[in-house]
């Protein structure tokens, strides 16, 4: 056994110190940012802020309310090929710049993957996504996905360290999505004590991604927009969301209404409910590494959009960013022992 003493900070732990700043008005701030690949030879130009590919997260109607704003959605790996078809129909012409369609590492993932890129070869981004990024059978399976298609945009994850990030981008991934237990409705690290404070991994992972030419993305633990700042701040290329863009009406799930309140059903992939639903339910080797919540019913995400968006650009004029792209250079993160004042947070 060994300790690493060197501590490990959340996203609770740190705030910005403010820095002197010529901007006179948050309007200034271009949230927009292009990227180039280490692989693929696209280039992305649009605001790193992406819904999770969960299923009452990364749906159709989401997709589309975020893409309208240059906002980008990993779609869940549930829908049909069908639904795909349908999908791809009627959407706006572009979409396929701000969607990635989600698979895991099974044959039968991978072929789905295949016929997809088949009938529509001008969708660009894959996103491969397991709780557990550092088996040998997922980096076996990036380097296939590579082989096969190698002028698409991969996703990798997740994982919460350097070296598997510099791995999984020498297998043939071009962004990385660093994040183990952060998540809303996460339970790994009560089930398996397994995870690493997400501000810590990410400014971990952006070092090692940035040195070879990749890019990351912080997934999870995201719950107010000071936070999404705080990954950026951190080197995070995207923030992906999952409970904060959950319970609107793009969200999946059903409403439902209790004591004259709406609420709307949330749940983590790994939760019973999610798999009940997709397959069959918790196969009796693993345990359910998920919650189930209702959320307050929130309507329209564009409200919920524009206070990200607003909390983020006002980040940048306090360190005096005029770009996002220099957030992360004008970041110094100081520690802290306190965060909100909760006098009156009921
Ligand atoms: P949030 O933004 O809600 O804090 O986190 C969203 C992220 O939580 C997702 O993108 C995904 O990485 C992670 N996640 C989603 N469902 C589950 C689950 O059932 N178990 C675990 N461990 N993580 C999950």
Redesign the pocket.
């Known amino acids: 056994m060994r300790i690493e003493n060197e501590i490990k900070l959340g996203f609770k732990d740190v705030m910005f110190r403010p820095k002197r700043s010529t901007l006179k008005s948050r309007s200034q701030v271009s949230l927009e940012r292009t990227y180039k690949f280490m692989h693929s030879t696209h280039e992305w130009t649009g605001v790193p802020i992406m819904a999770?590919?969960?299923d009452t997260?990364g749906t159709f109607e989401m997709a589309l309310t975020l893409a309208d704003k240059k906002l980008f959605s990993?779609i869940h790996k549930h829908y049909t090929i069908e639904e795909w078809d349908a999908f791809l129909g009627n959407a706006p012409k572009g979409i396929e710049n701000y969607i990635a369609i989600s698979t895991g590492t099974g044959d039968a993932d991978l072929n789905k993957v295949e016929e997809m890129m088949n009938k529509h070869p001008h969708l660009k981004f894959i996103c491969i996504?397991v709780?557990n990024g550092y088996s040998e059978h997922f980096v076996a399976f990036v380097k296939k996905a590579r082989a096969l298609f190698p002028d698409k945009v991969i996703i990798a994850?997740?994982v919460v360290t350097g070296e598997m990030v510099e791995e999984l981008l020498l297998a043939g991934a071009d962004i990385i999505?660093v994040?183990?237990?952060?998540?809303?409705?996460?339970?790994?690290r009560v089930k398996t004590g397994v995870g690493y404070p997400q501000v810590s991994a990410i400014i971990e992972c952006a070092d090692a991604a940035h040195g070879l030419g990749g890019l990351i993305i912080s997934?999870?633990?995201?719950?107010v927009p000071g936070d999404v700042s705080k990954a950026f701040g951190a080197g995070a290329d995207f923030v992906?969301?999952?409970?904060?863009?959950?319970g609107h009406d793009e969200s999946g799930g059903e409403t439902v209404e209790k004591d004259g309140k709406q609420y709307k059903q949330f749940?983590?992939?790994?939760?019973a409910t999610?798999m009940d639903k997709h397959v069959g339910g918790v196969a009796n080797y693993r345990a359910?590494?998920?919650?189930t919540v209702e959320v307050e019913y929130r309507g329209p995400v564009n409200n919920t959009l524009l206070d990200i968006l607003g909390g983020v650009r006002s980040t940048c004029t306090y360190v005096g960013a005029q770009q996002l792209k220099e957030l992360s250079k004008r970041t110094t993160f100081i520690r802290v022992a306190e965060q909100e004042n909760r006098v009156y947070t009921k």
Do not use: F
């Open positions: 999770a590919n969960m997260v990993a996504d709780a994850g997740n999505k994040g183990i237990g952060p998540g809303s409705v996460c339970t790994t997934d999870g633990g995201c719950s992906m969301l999952g409970g904060m863009l959950a749940y983590g992939m790994s939760s999610a359910s590494e998920g919650k």
